[in-house]
């Protein structure tokens, strides 16, 4: 972590030359002393430059590099290549790695309360995560939350509403989930538990083989575009929807606090301005990618597009009520931070009724 080099010639050279004797920008604070690079890694939980997911990290490396002119230089490490996808937040929390991206709801059992700043079933959708993260406080609760791991989290990408999942059998009844065993991460994974399923949590790059061979027979992964490049289409029917277990997943950036502090102020503003901006990007290829890829799946004679009946959602809802009240029961992280994700899920409630949905049916 400490490969940082002063580099002379001309870039020292033309910031030494900007500082004239009256000029107030040449303490070393600003950007006109000698430039210093850095040399960075960022451990992922994807497979390499997977669309969406993956590809944004990329994106993320390279515009940091362009903004910066060189001088923050992140290499890119596809989950397993550097260290495993569900051991991103270890790795960077340790300072092997300066950068991680990942999801928060990977690090359940670990810290609980992380779910709620990717998402929960029932929770927030992606234009209220974002409402509630940067100006409803939810950030802070964000930051506090991963100070012990001396770890700085930044919202860093969305898929928007998944799809409930892949399925080798149709779910007509609540009864349809007992005994299924079904990849879903996080509390979607509590929720099928207690519903008499069996939740697996596989990263990405396993669960085809694992649908194909029979070892899991269900399982969500994100929505059309992602589903799609992964061929799950190819090994199971019936694609449910909605996306109960994940309405708004946000991805997130971590860096470690050591290296975040050896970052001079204006870098630690484009690695900031830069997790924004692939916040929104993600969130625009997922919905230009969601719109083709789902056509091709309609008209796909061998795939089945079906709705979750009333009953089982409403019996999924209410489980998670129950297991999200234990966890507020017990953790009084998780109740600080819950008090304020509820607060806002219930006040945006109209306005999203009133706006999105209303609009929508009345365009269609
Ligand atoms: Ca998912």
Known sequence: MKRRHFVGGLAAAAGLAACGNESADCDGAGVAGPAETFEWSIVTSWPPRYPGLGIAVNNLADRIDAASGGRLKIKVYAGGELVPAFEVFDAVSRGTVEMGHGAGYYHRGKVDAAQFFTTIPFGLNYMEMNGWLYYGGGLELWREL??????????????????????????????????????????????????????????????????????????????????????????????????????????ECIVNREAWDSLPDDLKAIVDIACQAINGDM??????????????????????????????????????????????????????????????????????????????????
């Open 146 to 251: 991963y100070e012990p791991f001396n770890l700085i989290p930044f919202p860093c990408g969305n898929s928007g509403v998944q799809m409930g999942g892949w399925f080798n059998k149709e779910i007509n009844s609540i009864e349809d989930l007992r005994g299924l065993k079904m990849r879903i991460p996080g509390l979607g994974g509590e929720v099928l538990r207690r519903a008499g399923g069996t939740p697996v949590t596989l990263p990405g790059s396993e669960i085809f083989t694992s649908l194909q061979t029979g070892a899991i027979d269900a399982t969500e992964w994100v929505g059309p575009y992602n589903d799609v490049a992964f061929g799950l289409h190819n090994v199971a029917r019936y694609y449910y929807y909605p996306g109960w277990q994940e309405p708004g997943p946000t991805l």
């Open 283 to 364: 969130a625009a290829e997922y919905t230009h990618g969601n719109v083709n890829s789902l056509q091709q799946l309609v008209d796909d004679p061998d795939v089945e597009l079906r709705e979750f009946p009333p009953e089982v959602l409403e019996h999924l809802k209410a489980i998670t009520d129950e297991v999200v009240a234990e966890m507020v029961a017990n953790d009084p992280e998780v109740a600080r931070i819950y008090e304020s994700f509820n607060a806002f899920r219930e006040k945006s409630e109209l306005n999203q009724r009133i706006t999105e949905q209303e609009f929508l049916a009345t365009r269609d």
